[in-house]
């Protein structure tokens, strides 16, 4: 799931990536994008009091990022509720967020 909120007195979005608490996933899950260089580990899921896993990135309004979600244990994972796919070159999807 992907929530949006726009920053009050700024050009930005507070971009929240979430995974349920009964994710699939094992091991460290983070998400990584045209935002991050692609660098697993820099945006990580953080298990919250409402057993959610999430995690939020700060993007500029008005774009479009790629991004996919990345385990060591599972490898390269879409998410379901993207606001749209684009092919990425290796065969497969990424994913789209606009802001």
Request: glycine share 6%; proline share 5%.
């Amino acid at each position: 799931m992907i929530k949006k909120v726009n920053k009050q007195s700024s050009d930005r979005v507070k971009v929240t990536f979430v995974l349920p608490e009964d994710h699939p996933y094992e091991g460290e899950v983070s998400v990584v994008g045209d935002f991050n260089d692609w660098t697993p580990g820099a945006h990580r899921f953080v298990r919250r009091s409402n057993q959610t896993y999430s995690t939020n990135v700060l993007l500029p309004e008005d774009a479009c990022y790629a991004f996919r979600y990345y385990s060591e244990e599972d490898g390269w994972i879409n998410e379901e509720e993207a606001d749209d796919f684009e092919p990425n070159g290796y065969g497969t999807t990424n994913c789209v967020v606009t802001t």
